[in-house]
């Protein structure tokens, strides 16, 4: 049973940092893409980045967040952040971890619920 989980969304300001975490239960995707992704109300589910094991050269970005956006990987915690920094109302949403994918973009086989992001100006 794989089980992805989410930590660190909440309500900041505007200008602010945010770093999210997602630990992976049931298996260790070594070799396999871990990513993250966001929903903002009403709209579609829309890819932000991900990133093999190997640092420094397999992280992929979408446009909206490349500069402020930074995906990172601890294989041994089986633990993947994403660091936030200059955050925009644009940038609320539910963002979500997924894992086991052999792309950047997906598809993923496995979710998490989910963090919620709120940027306020």
């Known amino acids: 049973q794989v089980h992805l989980v989410e930590f660190g969304g909440r309500s900041v300001q505007a200008g602010n940092s945010l770093r999210l975490s997602c630990v992976a239960s049931?298996?260790?995707?070594?070799?396999?893409?871990m990513g993250w992704f966001r929903q903002a109300l009403g709209q579609e589910r829309e890819y932000v980045a991900a990133?093999?094991?190997?640092?420094?050269?397999?992280?992929n970005y979408a446009d909206s967040a490349k500069g402020r956006f930074t995906i990172s990987r601890d294989s041994a915690k089986r633990t993947v952040y994403l660091d936030m920094i200059n955050l925009k109302p644009e940038d609320t949403a539910v963002y979500y971890c997924?894992?086991?994918?052999?792309?950047?973009?997906?598809?993923?086989?496995?979710w998490g619920q989910g963090t919620q992001v709120t940027v306020s100006s």
């Open positions: 997924a894992a086991g994918a052999d792309m950047a973009r997906g598809p993923y086989p496995y």
């Open positions: 049931g298996r260790p995707f070594n070799n396999a893409y």
């Open positions: 990133t093999l094991p190997t640092p420094g050269i397999s992280e």
